[in-house]
């Protein structure tokens, strides 16, 4: 079956620290990938999207390559802020585009 | 472009009232509809999905129910409200070309909590 897991949270970074999340899954033919972010009591947004193995999705100084070998999408970020603080979640799409999250992972940055 | 409304945008209800949560998406055809619940500090959990009028898939067994009057318009209900049914109710849609590729939108919400 389908199934999305990343880090627990919460994260706890200095401003301009470089931040990893990790993501993997299991998934039975071959998904899209997904990272959304919520800000406190908002819906998702979503973040940025791979479609296929060794893709990679960027938006807004965020990034994550679809690693088939290692069925990973780890998000990265170079320099994160105060700003970036939310909750990070990562999934996958199945049949019907059902989606499958990861349980989110907080991020607090500190200035 | 496309726009995703719920409301109400919060909501306090007695325990065995009933629950009528209404969601509408706006510029697009046949989306596919999904209902979601987040529990205080946890993650989604897929609650319905349709894939037109009529045509509702449900993923966990529960006192709730959802309906689809109209190609974009979802509604989530209860007969009788849980205590276990608090949470942050979210609705999305995604565009039906293009397979399992395409993303969901989110709504922006509705938080219920049953007293």
């Known amino acids: 079956g389908n199934s999305v897991t990343q880090m627990e949270g919460p994260v706890t970074l200095s401003e301009e620290a470089f931040l990893t999340i990790n993501c993997t899954y299991t998934a039975t033919g071959y998904p899209s990938l997904f990272w959304y972010v919520q800000y406190p009591g908002e819906g998702l947004q979503l973040l940025l999207k791979a479609t296929k193995a060794d893709d990679k999705g960027s938006n807004k100084g965020f990034e994550a390559t679809y690693r088939k070998e290692t069925t990973s999408f780890h998000l990265e970020k170079g320099s994160v802020q105060v700003s970036d603080s939310a909750v990070y979640f990562c999934a996958l799409s199945g049949n019907f585009n059902k989606f499958y999250f990861g349980s989110g992972t907080k991020l607090n940055v500190k200035p | ?115």
Do not use: M
Not at chain 2, 96 to 105: I, K, R
């Open chain 2, 1 to 115: 472009s496309q726009t995703i409304h719920q409301w109400p945008a919060t909501l306090v209800q007695p325990v065995g009232s009933p629950l009528s949560l209404e969601c509408t998406v706006e510029g697009t055809s046949n989306p596919n509809l999904y209902w979601y619940r987040q529990a205080a500090g946890r993650g989604l959990q897929l609650l319905f999905y349709s894939v037109g009028i009529g045509q509702i898939s449900s993923e966990v067994p529960q006192n709730l129910s959802a309906s689809r009057p109209q190609d974009r318009q979802f509604i989530l209900s209860s007969k009788k409200l849980l205590l276990s049914d608090s949470g942050f109710y979210l609705c999305a849609w995604s565009a039906t070309l293009g397979g399992s590729h395409n993303e969901q939108f989110f709504g922006p919400g509705t938080r219920l909590t049953v007293l």
